[in-house]
């Protein structure tokens, strides 16, 4: 079975793929949906090898934010990239956001409608006490 699809330039991999490159002789990393074959660079990592290999093969974003890397290590990365995490494996993470969002949404439309229906019914008693009061 084939897991990656070429898109011109960029290739991409499914987490699947990705999970099985978690070896010291074989390690991956995902950062910001984008991965990196930092085998060769786990003996040379200031942070040290084993915080790279617990991550392996998996997404290491926070970690890697956690840490707050300067400017030069977020450049270092560009040396090891090999391509992208695959979009339908990035959208697990979206849908997410957009559920939260959509149910926000609908609490918000029964906070406008429940005043609406207050006027309504004080307009109509209105216009009932108008009325009466007119043809007595
Ligand atoms: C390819 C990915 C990575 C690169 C290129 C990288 C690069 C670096 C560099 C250059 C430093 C020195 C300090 C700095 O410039 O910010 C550093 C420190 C550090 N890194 Fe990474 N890093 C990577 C991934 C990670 C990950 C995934 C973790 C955590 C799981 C991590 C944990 C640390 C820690 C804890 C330090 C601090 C070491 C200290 O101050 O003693 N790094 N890293």
Redesign the pocket.
């Known amino acids: 079975m084939d897991d990656t699809v070429a898109e011109s330039t960029t290739k991409y991999y499914t987490l699947e793929e990705i999970r099985q490159h978690n070896l010291q002789t074989d390690t991956w ?1 995902i ?1 910001h949906d984008k991965v ?1 074959d ?1 085998t060769s ?1 786990l003996g040379e ?4 090898e084993d ?2 290999l ?2 392996g093969g998996s997404d ?1 974003t926070e ?2 934010e956690d ?4 400017i ?2 977020r450049e ?2 560009q040396q ?1 990239l090999i391509g992208e995490l695959h979009m339908d494996d990035r959208n697990k993470e979206n849908d997410k956001d957009i559920f939260i969002t959509t149910s926000g949404e609908s609490s918000s439309w029964t906070t406008w409608l429940i005043p609406a229906l207050a006027a309504a019914v004080v307009g109509l008693m209105y216009r009932y006490y108008i009325v009466e009061h007119r043809s007595s």
């Open positions: 990393l950062i990196y930092v660079f990592h200031p942070g040290g915080v790279m617990e991550q290491a970690s890697f840490v707050g890397h300067s030069d290590a270092m990365l090891y």
